[in-house]
């Protein structure tokens, strides 16, 4: 079972180049979320889905774009790269709705630097 | 919004001593799920314990094991005979029962275990 993947690994972009975050799940998962993870501020959710055609804001949505239109994939895309999105990416899925106490499960993250 | 506060960016514990890691919560809902979660230096994500707001007996897996006032609205987390392995960075995660049932984190501690 591969779970949550996520590509690439490592990205390196110039300010003003849009881009693309990869992430699919095989577990039949209908909530999907992108997270990103600064020193000092924790995982910090910016989008989120529960579902094709479903997608809502987190708390940092600001320079990101998703759309979900199969239950397998939740691609997030940056649309002009800024030195602020320098951040490791996380893809994270759960089941839903379902059981409160069914935990996220991750992808391995993305590193991206924008210069 | 809720929000998840863990006090202690750092901490540091002997090998087979116990630590304790805070984490505090602030939400109106009477129903959730709390969870801690370990990411060590590979940035992998790895569910640690989870506990039901509704469940008076704390949480137990293996060496680690939580504290929850649900009244304070604490969830502590005490690693027992602390191992090398345990190092990794800690963070506190609420999952609320309303709406789309978004996972909210907290800042993270950073443990080191000293040999």
């Known amino acids: 079972n591969a779970g949550v993947t996520q590509t690439p690994k490592f990205q390196v972009l110039k300010t003003g180049q849009s881009m693309t975050l990869q992430c699919a799940q095989d577990m039949n998962h209908e909530y999907m979320s992108w997270y990103r993870q600064d020193p000092g501020m924790g995982l910090r959710l910016i989008h989120y889905?529960?579902?094709?055609?479903?997608?809502d804001q987190g708390e940092v949505p600001n320079g990101y774009n998703v759309s979900r239109s199969t239950t397998e994939d939740f691609p997030l895309r940056l649309l002009s790269a800024a030195p602020s999105q320098t951040s490791v990416y996380f893809c994270?899925?759960?089941?839903?709705?379902?059981?409160?106490?069914?935990?996220?499960?991750f992808g391995n993250g993305t590193r991206l630097t924008v210069t | 919004a809720q929000t998840v506060t863990q006090s202690q960016p750092e901490m540091s514990v002997q090998e087979a001593e116990t630590v304790t890691l805070s984490c505090t919560y602030d939400t109106s809902e009477s129903d959730y799920y709390l969870f801690w979660y370990k990411q060590p230096p590979s940035r992998q994500m790895i569910l640690v314990i989870r506990q039901e707001a509704y469940k008076q007996q704390n949480a137990t897996e293996n060496r680690f094991s939580v504290n929850f006032q649900k009244a304070a609205k604490s969830f502590s987390l005490k690693i027992s005979d602390s191992q090398l392995g345990d190092a990794a960075m800690y963070f506190c995660?609420?999952?609320?029962?309303?709406?789309?049932?978004?996972?909210?984190f907290g800042t993270g501690t950073k443990l080191q275990v000293i040999p």
């Open positions: 889905s529960v579902g094709a055609g479903i997608t």
């Open positions: 995660a609420y999952c609320n029962s309303g709406g789309y049932q978004k996972v909210t």
């Open positions: 994270a899925s759960r089941a839903f709705p379902g059981a409160l106490s069914s935990p996220l499960h």
